[in-house]
């Protein structure tokens, strides 16, 4: 408030935010939680957004790399799930992969952001709702699920099983 009592009262436009303040971000620490049912893809890309929000667009771009490596492990995790029909050693090759994927990420991106929004805004920050992000994961969860029952399927009836 102002020192003199004549002055116009001033108001922050809602459209404009202020300087230093918070943008909306999803709270990193619970994406990074998430990451355990949903894979270290579903965290890299709300700590993309984070990271756009907060106007840095390098750390945003690291963040997209992690996302297309974990959609690339998806991938390899398909793949290793067919050779298990034949090899069941490859699901343990599998879950290693998939729990360094999760460590690294971790480690090297998302606890950097968790601690750089602890020490710049506290717990004083907007948050962003999670319903859209939550819904969006567990759809392509049961997609993943489905495809690879249906791959599954084929490659039982091609095989003669």
Not at 17 to 28: D, H, Q
Not at 69 to 74: D, G, H, M, Q, T
Not at 94 to 104: A, H, Q, R
Request: positive net charge.
């Amino acid at each position: 408030m102002s020192s003199n009592p004549y002055a116009a009262p001033a108001a922050r436009v809602a459209d404009e935010p202020e300087a230093g303040a918070a943008p909306a971000l999803w709270n990193p620490n619970a994406a990074a939680s998430w990451c355990l049912l949903f894979t270290p893809a579903f965290g890299s890309y709300l700590h993309m957004l984070n990271w756009r929000a907060l106007g840095d667009p390098d750390k945003a771009g690291a963040q997209k790399t992690w996302f297309i490596v974990s959609l690339a492990a998806i991938a390899l995790y398909v793949v290793l799930s067919l050779v298990a029909l034949w090899a069941p050693a490859a699901g343990g090759v599998s879950n290693l992969v998939g729990l360094v994927l999760l460590l690294s990420w971790y480690f090297a991106s998302a606890r950097p952001q968790a601690r750089y929004v602890k020490e710049r805004f506290g717990n004083d920050y907007p948050r962003r709702a999670w319903g859209k992000p939550l819904l969006v994961a567990a759809g392509c969860s049961v997609g993943y699920v489905v495809l690879l029952m249906i791959v599954g399927v084929v490659i039982g009836v091609a095989g003669g099983k």
